[in-house]
């Protein structure tokens, strides 16, 4: 079932680099039309860099990054993004100098298809009653809904979503996998990267472990019980 | 007839209107440097040789095509501005990567080469232009020339449509939002180059603006920019470099308190302002609006 659909994103031999520093070695995997796939790793593993080399937020990668078939390593990230890619940074990157609606109606509409204001108020009501206070002023937990509820209207149907549930309180981690499950009925195809792996086990049909660069290992959804204690052992938990 | 201290209105109104004059360029060409430094990180030196060349693209439209003043007033900052936008594709886009001491030598550099080929070509006594509103009316307290009013009422208009521009609306909020993530803003699928090129091309025909409105007022000089820069980059130190409204309000303000110390302590006229900047900056080295960043 996992590999039913196409290959939406197929990211082959994936190198990147912060100014000199190596830090993807090689990265290949590939996540299905309609799935939901996430990167597991330790901190400092490359999760998040694989993601900005997606979006093509580095100056430098080599290898390939296919998006419905189209190669992107060699695109300025606004082209990326046109092609139907969203992305919701791990610091949710909300902006002090635009009020809620401001940050949540920025993101230009790439493709037909995207929710409307109204559908996305629908999933996200706190929004809706802040919609004029500063972005920043929001809680942890309001701005990361809003940094997840902006990138739905765009009719992007991939997300990449870096770990929406860091230093959240547990009522709102539930609230987000909600939404994850929500999205992915309504036909959004999501790569997450998680370091909690008890709470991508709710959302996610498939695992990659990131390790130094490098994917080390790929685990089924449903074989992860089985698998727990080698990936207790990838993760340091 | 009533007195001030012993000053008599007609001159404390006229100094006023003078500081009111002199704020709007202030004003403007502060707000263009705020614009241009918010979104590109460059501190524009070249902004006072593109306000001079609004002056001498004012003065050329109408001795080589005829155009009068208020086709200039549209042309001028159009064509400057389209001469910004070179500048930007062919040299500054190469320096957005390094430190912004980069994009400041460059510009530094284009308002020497800029400065110094007006020169060659016009020497540097300076062009008349006709004043295109003549006369004024005898408001009883002062004189009001008509051209200086307009020069006002306009420049408050320009100022503040551009802070609603940015401000209020959606338009405003890409620029507002790329100032603060410019690469965000660029991975939503938002064109931020072209964006860039635009704004800097807008900043510089804002500067051109103040070129139009100033060639009637003061001789047209290669060198009418580099002597005002210095003050407006003094205001603009004095209000920070991270707000549109601050950089207007300065600018005004910082025009009319020149205008009332040429009143009351004329020998203070021409340093009240880096007064100012260095108390500044000894208290709030940020500046009045600025932001720490
Ligand atoms: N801006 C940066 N400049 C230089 N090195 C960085 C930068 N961001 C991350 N790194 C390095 O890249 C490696 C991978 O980081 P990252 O992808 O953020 O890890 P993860 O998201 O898996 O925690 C780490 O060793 C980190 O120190
Ligand atoms: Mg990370």
């Given at each position: 079932?996992?590999?039913?659909?196409?290959?939406?994103?197929?990211?082959k031999?994936?190198?990147?680099?912060y100014g000199?520093?190596?830090?993807?070695h090689?990265v290949?995997f590939?996540?299905?039309?309609?799935q939901?796939?996430?990167?597991?790793?330790?901190?400092?593993?490359?999760?998040?860099?694989?993601l900005?080399?997606?979006?093509g937020l580095l100056r430098?990668?080599?290898?390939s990054?296919?998006?419905e078939?189209?190669?992107?390593?060699?695109?300025p990230s606004?082209?990326?993004a046109?092609?139907?890619l969203?992305?919701c940074?791990?610091e949710?990157?909300?902006?002090?100098?635009l009020?809620?609606?401001?940050n949540?109606?920025l993101p230009?509409v790439?493709?037909?298809?995207?929710?409307?204001?109204?559908?996305?108020?629908?999933l996200?009501?706190?929004l809706?009653?802040?919609?004029?206070s500063q972005g920043t002023?929001?809680s942890g937990?309001?701005?990361?809904?809003?940094?997840?509820?902006?990138?739905?209207?765009?009719?992007?149907r991939?997300?990449l979503l870096d770990?929406?549930t860091e230093?959240?309180a547990?009522?709102?981690?539930r609230?987000?996998?909600?939404?994850?499950r929500t999205?992915k009925?309504?036909g959004?195809?999501?790569?997450?990267?998680?370091?909690?792996?008890h709470?991508?086990?709710?959302v996610?049909?498939?695992?990659?472990?990131?390790?130094?660069?490098h994917i080390i290992?790929r685990?089924d959804n449903?074989?992860l019980a089985?698998n727990?204690?080698?990936?207790?052992?990838?993760?340091?938990? | 007839m009533?007195e001030?201290l012993?000053?008599?209105?007609?001159?404390?109104?006229?100094q006023?209107?003078?500081?009111l004059?002199?704020?709007a360029f202030y004003?403007i060409?502060s707000?263009?440097?705020?614009v241009i430094?918010?979104?590109l990180?460059?501190i524009n030196f070249?902004?006072g040789?593109?306000?001079m060349?609004g002056?001498?693209?004012?003065?050329?439209?109408?001795?080589?095509f005829?155009v009068?003043y208020?086709g200039?007033?549209?042309?001028?900052?159009v064509?400057v501005g389209?001469f910004?936008m070179?500048l930007?594709?062919?040299?500054?886009?190469?320096?957005y990567?390094?430190?912004?001491l980069?994009?400041?030598?460059l510009?530094?550099g284009l308002a020497?080469?800029i400065?110094?080929l007006?020169?060659q070509?016009?020497?540097?006594s300076?062009l008349?232009?006709?004043?295109?509103i003549p006369?004024?009316?005898?408001?009883g307290f002062?004189?009001?020339?008509?051209?200086?009013a307009?020069?006002?009422?306009?420049s408050l208009f320009?100022?503040f449509?551009t802070?609603?521009?940015?401000e209020?609306?959606?338009?405003g909020?890409y620029?507002?939002a790329a100032t603060e993530?410019r690469?965000l803003?660029?991975a939503?699928?938002?064109n931020v180059?072209?964006m860039?090129t635009l704004t800097?091309?807008f900043g510089?025909?804002?500067?051109?603006?103040?070129?139009v409105l100033?060639?009637?007022?003061y001789?047209?000089n290669?060198l009418m920019?580099?002597?005002?820069?210095?003050?407006?980059?003094?205001?603009?130190?004095?209000?920070g470099?991270?707000?549109i409204?601050?950089?207007?309000?300065t600018g005004?303000?910082?025009?009319?308190?020149e205008?009332?110390?040429?009143?009351?302590?004329p020998?203070?006229?021409?340093t009240?302002?880096f007064?100012?900047?260095a108390?500044?900056?000894?208290i709030?080295p940020?500046g009045?609006f600025?932001t720490q960043r």
């Open positions: 079932m996992a590999e039913a659909g196409a290959a939406l994103l197929k990211v031999d994936l190198h990147a680099w000199e520093s190596h830090i993807l090689g290949d590939e996540v299905h039309q309609g939901v796939v996430t990167l597991l790793g330790r901190n400092g593993a490359g999760k998040t860099t694989t900005r080399a997606i979006i430098r990668r080599e290898g990054i296919l998006c078939g189209a190669e992107t390593i060699r695109l606004n082209r990326i046109r092609l139907g969203a992305y940074p791990e949710r990157g909300i902006f002090a100098s009020n809620v609606r401001e949540l109606l230009p790439v493709k037909p298809g995207g929710m409307t204001e109204e559908e996305v108020h629908r996200f009501p706190q809706q009653a802040r919609a004029a002023k929001l937990g309001e701005q990361q809904m809003l940094a997840i509820a902006r990138i739905l209207r765009t009719g992007a991939l997300l770990e929406p230093g959240l547990p009522v709102i981690v609230q987000i996998g909600t939404i994850i999205l009925q309504r959004f195809t999501i790569l997450l990267v998680e370091q909690n792996f709470f991508a086990a709710t996610s049909d498939c695992h990659y472990v990131v390790e130094h660069g290992d685990i449903r074989e089985a727990r204690s080698k990936l207790e052992a990838y993760l340091g938990v | 009533f001030l012993g000053v008599p209105p007609q001159a404390l109104f006229g006023l209107l003078l500081g004059i002199n704020g004003a060409l707000l263009g440097l705020a430094f918010g979104l990180n460059v070249a902004h040789a593109q306000y060349m002056a001498f693209a004012t003065w050329m439209l109408l001795q080589y005829g009068p208020w200039a007033l549209v042309a001028a900052p064509l389209i910004g070179l930007e594709r062919l040299f500054l886009s190469r320096l990567h390094l430190d912004h980069y994009g400041l030598l510009t530094f020497l080469i400065e110094g007006f020169r070509q016009f020497g540097s300076g008349p232009y006709t004043n295109p006369g004024g009316a005898n408001l002062m004189f009001l020339p008509y051209y200086r307009w020069v006002v009422a306009f320009v100022c449509g802070w609603f521009l940015i209020k609306t959606k338009l909020s620029l507002r993530k690469d803003v660029q939503f699928g938002v180059p072209r860039i800097y091309g510089v025909g804002l500067a051109a603006l103040a070129g100033a060639a009637p007022i001789t047209v290669p920019g580099s002597n005002l820069i210095i003050v407006v980059f003094a205001v603009v130190v004095i209000g470099m991270g707000s409204l601050g950089a207007i309000l005004f303000g910082l025009g009319i308190v205008g009332f110390t040429k009143v009351f302590y020998e203070a006229s021409n009240v302002i007064i100012l900047m108390i500044v900056l000894m709030r940020a009045l600025g």
